[in-house]
Nanobody, 125 residues
Framework: QVQLIESGGGLVQTGGSLRLSCAGS????????MAWFRQAPGKEREFVAC????????KYADSVKGRFTISRDNAKDTVYLQMNSLNSEDTAVYYC??????????????????WGQGTQVTVSS
């Protein structure tokens, strides 16, 4: 079992940057594909980015390609999301999630069986 705790959210102006962190507990952290999802008010939760267990493969939603970067440090049991050039459409609660490594770099919400509590990101114009 993995417990996930996100941090790093906050209020930022349009064009600014934030780095989210997700700390995982448990010695099996490095055996999970890790991902970030987000949910804006009144919208469904959507995939943002994912990274395989050794960081060898990543995937991004089209809306964040070229602006966001996902990375992980297995020695620290932590996954990161560097977010640059933020705009109002990025405003959402961001969730960290873990899926068994056998799922590969999946964008499917249902493949992820462990979730953090979320961290709010608000981009002001």
């Amino acid at each position: 079992q993995v417990q996930l705790i996100e941090s790093g959210g906050g209020l930022v102006q349009t064009g600014g940057s934030l780095r989210l962190s997700c700390a995982g507990s448990g010695r099996t952290f490095r055996t999970y594909t890790m991902a970030w999802f987000r949910q804006a008010p009144g919208k469904e939760r959507e995939f943002v980015a994912c990274i395989t267990l050794n960081g060898g493969s990543t995937k991004y939603a089209d809306s964040v390609k070229g602006r966001f970067t996902i990375s992980r440090d297995n020695a620290k049991d932590t996954v990161y999301l560097q977010m640059n050039s933020l705009n109002s459409e990025d405003t959402a609660v961001y969730y960290c999630a873990a899926a068994p490594w056998t799922m590969g770099p999946t964008m499917t919400t249902g493949a992820y069986n462990y979730w953090g509590q979320g961290t709010q990101v608000t981009v002001s114009s």
